[in-house]
């Protein structure tokens, strides 16, 4: 378990972040076991362009589009090869214009149609790229560049510097057509920076060269990332325990610092015999979430209740009902990597 320390001044507590697995954000049915994948969105139209600039970027954008689509696709598909839950995983590559949606703001397809396509090519469900699109920003200055004349010599001359500023912009929804159900609908957006310099503008914007790259590598990037949608994931929760009320809580404190838990932990159970209540309570809690962050959530919300009835206070009950939750929802991650054979991974 990775652990991560936190400073927190002047307070009765240190703060810590530990990393958990959280369910995922997608519950596929165990029924699904065939996978189509489609490119539902449609081609964005051109728009008229007042400029040389303008007519290249639109040219631009267009091809971009049209390979950020692809990438996007085929990152979604190899994640998906990884989950051993499917047995087919297919790409449909043609589909009827008349299937394709309006955009982001679209129903999307109608279930009739959803059924035909899945009978077609014998899937289940439909995994969709229901929106892209990318939008460029230009901004130009003047600028002097160095550039070799005639002579080949390198000298400053006056020029522009372009920068680009793209917006890469996808929308994925899964189709259930057995209870008619869009099981999920989410749009990524990424952002990027691209600058060049030249003579004059139009050479400047030529002279641009890593756009398409990285509008393929982060359209990858978010294709993958939606297949990760259907995996537990890791999370950092921030988790307190309490470093003042009695001298051996901060000596268990500087226990803890130098990463001597088993010596933090001995000061903690001692105090359990202390007089006051208060102290007893804390060091309950501290014992809690220790047990925590071995993974052993059962044994943490024992001690959670134990410094309850020490001592009745918020912030033991918000632990005790933290825990109940992390508890229900382990049950669900674990539930979720048998079904994916990925329990070895954790």
């Known amino acids: 378990m990775l652990l991560f320390l936190a400073f927190t001044a002047c307070s009765t507590t240190k703060e810590y972040t530990l990393m958990t697995l959280e369910p995922a954000s997608v519950d596929l049915e165990s029924n699904i076991k065939r996978i189509g994948i489609i490119n539902e969105s449609i081609v964005q139209e051109q728009k008229a362009y007042k400029n040389r600039i303008e007519q290249i970027l639109s040219e631009k954008d267009a091809q971009l589009d049209k390979e950020g689509k692809k990438a996007a696709i085929a990152g979604l598909f190899d994640e998906l090869l990884k989950d051993k839950r499917f047995d087919t995983i297919k790409i449909i590559a043609k589909i009827p214009a008349k299937l394709k949606s309006m955009g982001e703001s679209s129903e999307g397809i109608?279930?009739?149609?959803?059924?035909?396509?899945?009978?077609?090519?014998?899937?289940?469900?439909?995994?969709?790229?229901?929106?892209?699109?990318?939008?460029?920003?230009?901004?130009?200055?003047?600028?002097?560049?160095?550039?070799?004349?005639?002579?080949?010599?390198?000298?400053?001359?006056?020029?522009?510097?372009?920068?680009?500023?793209?917006?890469?912009?996808?929308?994925?929804?899964?189709?259930n057509p057995q209870n008619k159900q869009v099981i999920d609908e989410v749009v990524f957006t990424e952002a990027f920076k691209s600058t060049a310099q030249g003579v004059n503008p139009v050479q400047a914007l030529i002279a641009i060269e890593d756009r398409a790259k990285e509008?393929?590598?982060?359209?990858?990037?978010?294709?993958?990332?939606?297949?990760?949608?259907?995996?537990?994931?890791?999370?950092?929760?921030?988790?307190?325990?309490?470093?003042?009320?009695?001298?051996?809580?901060?000596?268990?404190?500087?226990?803890?610092?130098?990463?001597?838990?088993?010596?933090?932990?001995?000061?903690?159970?001692?105090?359990?015999?202390?007089?006051?209540?208060?102290?007893?309570?804390?060091?309950?809690?501290?014992?809690?979430?220790?047990?925590?962050?071995?993974?052993?959530?059962?044994?943490?919300?024992?001690?959670?209740?134990?410094?309850?009835?020490?001592?009745?206070?918020?912030?033991?009950?918000q632990y005790i009902n933290v825990l109940k939750e992390r508890i229900e929802e382990n049950e669900i991650v674990k539930q979720q990597l048998a079904r994916t054979y990925f329990q070895e991974a954790y």
């Not at 015999?273 to 052993?296: H, I, P, T």
């Open 215 to 317: 509008v393929t590598v982060q359209s990858k990037n978010k294709g993958e990332a939606y297949g990760m949608r259907l995996l537990p994931s890791k999370t950092g929760v921030v988790r307190k325990y309490f470093i003042k009320g009695a001298v051996e809580l901060g000596l268990a404190h500087s226990y803890v610092e130098a990463g001597e838990w088993e010596s933090a932990v001995k000061i903690w159970e001692s105090l359990y015999s202390n007089e006051d209540l208060k102290v007893q309570s804390r060091a309950a809690y501290n014992l809690a979430f220790y047990e925590e962050l071995k993974g052993n959530l059962g044994g943490a919300l024992h001690l959670a209740k134990k410094a309850q009835r020490k001592q009745e206070t918020k912030a033991n009950q």
């Open 110 to 175: 109608s279930w009739t149609k959803v059924e035909a396509l899945c009978k077609e090519h014998n899937v289940d469900a439909i995994f969709s790229l229901s929106h892209y699109d990318t939008e460029t920003q230009v901004s130009l200055r003047k600028k002097k560049i160095i550039q070799a004349n005639m002579l080949r010599v390198k000298e400053k001359v006056r020029g522009n510097e372009i920068t680009l500023e793209t917006l890469i912009e996808n929308g994925w929804r899964i189709y």
